[in-house]
């Protein structure tokens, strides 16, 4: 059974950093694109930043240069490094999964392109 599990939510201040993690079980990233998405209150889901099973990865111009996107296939974990954090970046955080090699230069940031998602965690950044 594919599950997704993301933690490492919580409260941080403008400029700080926050690290992400999304544990897979029931599947291998050897298999699997990870996406990370964002949804903050009356917004639509956003694409955040997606990782291929080669380590490559996509990220939104939002956050271009601030979070960076990582695997540990060890762990079979997913992470999402979050520096210089805005308010603008306040929002539940999910992370997704599609089994397929890698993200979709056409389409990794849709949530219809993946299959399984997690429960999600907060982040909150004060101004």
């Known amino acids: 059974q594919v599950q997704l599990v993301e933690s490492g939510g919580g409260l941080v201040e403008t400029g700080g950093s926050m690290r992400l993690s999304c544990a897979a079980s029931?599947?291998?990233?050897?298999?699997?694109?990870i996406g990370w998405f964002r949804q903050a209150p009356g917004k639509e889901r956003e694409g955040v930043s997606c990782?291929?099973?080669?380590?490559?990865?996509y990220y939104a111009d939002s956050v271009k240069g601030r979070f960076t996107i990582s695997s540990d296939n060890a762990k079979n974990t997913v992470y999402l490094q979050m520096n210089s954090l805005k308010p603008e970046d306040t929002a539940v955080y999910y992370c997704?999964?599609?089994?397929?090699?890698?993200?979709?230069?056409?389409?990794?940031?849709?949530?219809?392109?993946?299959?399984?998602w997690g429960q999600g965690t907060q982040v909150t950044v004060s101004s």
């Open positions: 990782i291929s099973t080669d380590g490559g990865a």
């Open positions: 029931g599947f291998t990233l050897d298999y699997h694109v």
């Open positions: 997704a999964t599609e089994r397929t090699y890698y993200c979709s230069g056409y389409g990794w940031w849709a949530p219809s392109s993946y299959d399984d």
